[in-house]
């Protein structure tokens, strides 16, 4: 039986997650970085875990990193765990490829800045696994 990987953006917004399931889906066993019962896995983020790699990092081709030499348009944009959330990132990284992991279903808060910290971490872990909230996949 597959089972459906729950990303929150906050700790605390896990666990209510997981009071509001429990009646219906059953107890959940906890673990350090995630609760688990029969049908659902529910994580958390602690707000961002990756940032867009600095410039320096990318080869130029005209030289050392100026304002004079802008505009410079990477070919794609690579992303970079954050020091202090590494962990958190290792953790979510390894729910997401589960073999039994069949969906994500993104419990980040709504807006902008909630999608975008979950179809970062989604990106970062190349995630054949179907989305519960659209039905892509990484």
């Known amino acids: 039986m597959t089972k459906s990987l ?5 700790p605390s917004v896990a666990q ?4 509001a399931l429990t009646p219906t889906a059953g107890k959940f066993d906890k673990h350090d970085e995630y609760f688990e019962n ?3 896995l529910v994580t958390s983020a602690v707000g961002h875990l990756l940032e867009i790699k600095a410039p320096e990092e990318f080869d130029v081709k005209r030289g050392k ?3 004079a030499n ?22 979510i990284v390894k729910l997401v490829k589960r073999k039994d992991v069949g969906e994500l279903i993104n419990a980040c808060d709504a807006g902008r800045e909630g999608e ?5 971490i989604q990106q970062h872990a190349k ?11 990484a």
């Open 16 to 19: 209510d997650i997981v009071r």
């Open 116 to 120: 975008l910290i979950f179809r970062l």
């Open 38 to 40: 029969d049908q659902y």
């Open 70 to 91: 802008l505009p410079v348009i990477p070919p794609h944009f690579e992303l970079n765990p954050i020091d202090k959330s590494k962990g958190r990132l290792n953790a």
């Open 65 to 67: 990193w100026s304002f």
């Open 6 to 10: 729950i990303i929150a953006e906050k």
């Open 127 to 137: 995630s054949s696994t179907r989305c519960g909230a659209c039905g892509c996949r």
